[in-house]
């Protein structure tokens, strides 16, 4: 079932779930819905105390489905809400750490039935290095359930309504689809978004290191791009793009490589030589792009020399 965020009591307990880890190592280790309970199972445990909800960290790629295998182990409602709006790498890039809410405690769990709880960490960054740290060493691959929230807070710092939105993209692209016209054009009609570089994977270079998987991907243009190249660093989900050594995007908008002619997105783990691809921007969650939320996932926190220029009219 999925539930509204306005039906939750202020005092519901919600577990916000995530799979931690590589993208790359998903390719070859599917997740395990027994798995992904067994972290919410073993938060009841420590806390004890019953979820009334479980909610997604991130509705942007397939942790987007946690909360529904979750619910499907459990019979748990699953939150139209997210943390993020789209996916970011690490814990404090969230909008509750954003809004400086308690980052502990933190359950982890494998496929090895390993199971670590992290009952009290110092701030969001050192629950980030911590059990970055674990999931390494169980082999980048590990279920998660965040710190718990109450209905109160998901409510006020929680970036709501997002599995509406995901699931009315995707079907604006299947219409699309059926009445033959361009889906890409589709999204970011649908979306509000921009329309950056079409063209075609030239060159990706990436590596899976300290549980994340970081690299560059180059594009060279086609049709009204030819002539120029696109470029964009990525680690787990995209953060900067160039064209032709100009900044053109930037996190926390939302920098999504489309397949050119289905509309399908493409992750990081996914880029290959010569894809024929679109890249397009999407506007962030206002929470993001507020001074604290650049602190928080402006280009400087992910070690980039730039400021914050939005595509949609918002600076920083």
């Not at 459990?74 to 789209?86: C, E, I, K, S």
């Not at 769990?109 to 290095?129: F, G, L, P, Q, T």
């Not at 009445?179 to 890409?184: F, H, L």
């Not at 998987?213 to 680690?235: I, K, M, P, Y």
């Amino acid at each position: 079932m999925l539930m509204q965020p306005e039906a939750l009591a202020d005092d519901a307990l919600v577990a916000p779930v995530s799979t931690m880890g590589a993208p790359l190592v998903g390719e070859e280790r599917l997740k395990d819905p027994a798995v992904a309970a067994l972290a919410v199972q073993q938060m009841e445990e420590y806390l004890g105390r019953s979820f009334d909800a479980v909610m997604s960290l991130e509705i942007g790629g397939a942790n987007s489905f946690q909360p529904l295998m979750v619910a499907a182990v459990t019979g748990l409602p699953v939150l139209d809400a997210d943390t993020m709006g789209r996916a970011y790498p690490e814990a404090q890039h969230s909008s509750f750490a954003i809004g400086d809410l308690q980052p502990y405690p933190l359950t982890l769990a494998d496929i090895r039935e390993n199971a670590v709880v992290v009952s009290r960490v110092a701030s969001w960054k050192w629950m980030e290095r911590i059990s970055r740290k674990v999931c390494t060493e169980v082999g980048s691959m590990a279920a998660t359930c965040k710190a718990p929230r109450t209905g109160r807070e998901v409510k006020e710092w929680g970036v709501l309504h997002t599995v509406t939105q995901a699931i009315e993209l995707g079907r604006a692209v299947l219409d699309a689809r059926a009445a033959k016209i361009d889906p890409v054009e589709a999204v970011v009609d649908h979306a509000g978004g921009r329309l950056l570089f079409r063209g075609k994977v030239i060159d990706v270079s990436r590596r899976a290191t300290e549980g994340f998987l970081r690299g560059t991907a180059r594009v060279a243009g086609l049709d009204e791009d030819r002539n120029s190249e696109l470029r964009v660093d990525f680690q787990n989900e995209f953060t900067v793009a160039w064209i032709d050594d100009e900044v053109a995007a930037t996190v926390p908008d939302i920098i999504c490589v489309l397949d050119s002619t289905t509309g399908d997105a493409i992750g990081t783990e996914a880029l290959r030589y010569g894809q024929r691809v679109s890249i397009i921007g999407l506007p962030a969650p206002e929470v993001q792009t507020t001074p604290k939320g650049l602190q928080h996932v402006g280009p400087r926190a992910f070690g980039y020399d730039i400021d914050f220029r939005s595509l949609f009219g918002v600076e920083s």
